[in-house]
């Protein structure tokens, strides 16, 4: 049974920093690669990173590049986002799945709030 949980967030003031996580378990982490998205209030879920399963291959929305950097270590089913110089656009709730969709159920999700 696949199991997807994120977790890390919080609220953060704007230009500071946040590392959320991902940790999958049920499958063969190693050989997917995996996307982190967010959703914001009144918004459509939006892919903003995606490392490959070797994290030999990375690709990042536009708005944060620069600013996210996704890792991952497989021998613990996990995956990163390291957020930094965080504005309050980058509020969301941010999920992980494969970058091709909802190949695995979706988890809760993590909230990200950036506020002063």
């Known amino acids: 049974q696949v199991q997807v949980v994120e977790s890390g967030g919080g609220l953060v003031q704007p230009g500071g920093s946040l590392r959320v996580s991902c940790e999958i378990s049920g499958i063969d982490f190693s050989a997917y690669a995996l996307s982190w998205y967010r959703q914001a209030p009144g918004k459509e879920r939006e892919k903003v990173a995606t490392i490959g399963s070797t994290s030999s291959r990375f690709d990042y929305k536009l708005s944060v590049q620069g600013r996210f950097t996704a890792s991952r270590d497989n021998a613990k089913n996990t995956m990163y986002l390291q957020m930094d110089n965080l504005t309050p656009d980058d509020s969301a709730v941010y999920y992980c799945?494969?970058?091709?969709?909802?190949?695995?159920?979706w988890g809760p999700g993590t909230q990200v709030t950036v506020s002063s």
């Open positions: 799945n494969t970058p091709y969709g909802s190949l695995f159920p």
